[in-house]
């Protein structure tokens, strides 16, 4: 079974950037989709961005289209979430989960299976 921890998030003033960090053990990452989800105080859990295990297409949520950027490491078993020009509605706790893509061609969204722990990301000055 795939464990999932999640690192790099922190305080930031609005307009900064930081990259978070999806480490794999207990299995490879080669074959799993992943994506990243955030959960602010008192709102639901939604899906910021996903990337594909085999053509490593990706999806991203309106809100941070052109900001944030998913790539992948196989080598290093590594998933990031690169988060430029951050605004304080980013401010929750991200997760990264092994996902279901949902494609119509391209991804169009996903659903996650295997969740990290998460990783606070404030955004203020």
């Known amino acids: 079974q795939v464990q999932l921890v999640e690192s790099g998030g922190g305080l930031v003033q609005p307009g900064g950037s930081l990259r978070l960090s999806c480490s794999a053990s207990?299995?490879?990452?080669?074959?799993?989709?992943i994506g990243w989800f955030r959960q602010a105080p008192g709102q639901e859990r939604e899906v910021v961005s996903c990337?594909?295990?085999?053509?490593?297409?990706?999806f991203y949520a309106d809100s941070v289209k052109g900001r944030f950027t998913i790539s992948r490491d196989n080598a290093k078993n590594t998933v990031y979430l690169q988060m430029n020009s951050l605004k304080p509605e980013a401010t929750a706790v991200y997760f990264c989960a092994t996902v279901t893509l949902v494609r119509v061609g391209v991804p169009i969204g996903c659903s996650g299976d295997v969740w990290g722990q998460g990783t606070q990301v404030t955004v203020s000055s």
């Open positions: 990337i594909s295990s085999t053509d490593r297409g990706t």
């Open positions: 207990g299995s490879t990452l080669d074959y799993l989709s």
